[in-house]
């Protein structure tokens, strides 16, 4: 069955400084979904990437996804306590429209 | 345009009772997923619904668990008999009528969070 690994489990970072995310899936991937989850919140969604070697950018957060389609990453720049939250990775299992997650890397940014 | 809106927000029941938890689509979605979220655990799929179809239902539990998604009105999952293993967040999300591309974007609402006493 296909599974998500999430690297690392947890961060923890000062203001101002840079960090990535990894998402590794066992099987090819047919899409890539980042979402960000604040405690007691819902997932709010952040980018999807379909193609091999996708790269895309909102404000200061940029994913990847790699050529053969299998690794994710997630970079932020300039780090602000505003991005502290947990991470996840979703993936449509094989081809259907259900999701599977990764278990999630939980940011912490400290002034 | 308004979010997945999901009532209520925090439900607390005995063991035994029935819980219902509430999903409203985005305006214009008409696909409707539900994800449970244990404690300590990743998120699961439970079950992805269109209107009046059940279209996957592969990661409901067998029993006391069901959903609908009636012509009018919102999404609902029904627990019967709830246990204390039942404690958990569940989360609705919507998605746009596939327009084409390969996968939709799911937008995911605030989550019922489930206490069984």
């Known amino acids: 069955s296909q599974e998500l690994e999430q690297s690392p489990q947890s961060l923890i970072v000062q203001e101002g400084k840079n960090l990535t995310i990894n998402c590794t899936s066992s099987?090819?991937?047919?899409?890539l979904y980042w979402y960000k989850q604040k405690y007691g919140e819902g997932l709010i969604f952040l980018m999807m990437?379909?193609?091999?070697?996708e790269e895309k950018s909102h404000e200061k957060i940029t994913a990847k996804l790699d050529e053969k389609k299998q690794q994710s990453s997630l970079h932020i720049t300039a780090s602000q306590p505003s991005h502290a939250g947990i991470y996840l990775c979703?993936?449509?299992?094989?081809?259907?429209?259900?999701?599977?997650f990764g278990t999630g890397t939980r940011l912490q940014v400290f002034p | 345009n308004a979010g997945v809106m999901q009532n209520p927000r925090h439900l607390v029941r005995r063991r035994g009772q029935e819980a219902r938890l509430r999903c409203s689509p985005m305006k214009g979605h008409s696909h409707v997923y539900w994800y449970r979220q244990l404690p300590e655990e990743g998120l699961k799929f439970m079950v992805y619904?269109?209107?009046?179809?059940?279209?996957?239902e592969s990661g409901m539990p067998k029993e006391r668990f069901s959903a609908e998604f009636p012509k009018e009105g919102p999404s609902i999952l029904r627990i019967q008999q709830v246990v204390r293993g039942d404690s958990a967040a569940y989360f609705c999300?919507?998605?746009?009528?596939?327009?084409?591309?390969?996968?939709?974007?799911?937008?995911f609402g605030p989550g019922t969070r489930l206490t069984v006493l």
């Open positions: 990437l379909q193609k091999g070697g």
């Open positions: 979703g993936a449509p299992y094989y081809n259907t429209d259900k999701l599977i």
């Open positions: 619904l269109q209107k009046e179809n059940i279209i996957d």
């Open positions: 099987k090819t991937l047919y899409g």
């Open positions: 999300a919507s998605s746009p009528p596939t327009s084409g591309r390969s996968y939709n974007e799911q937008f």
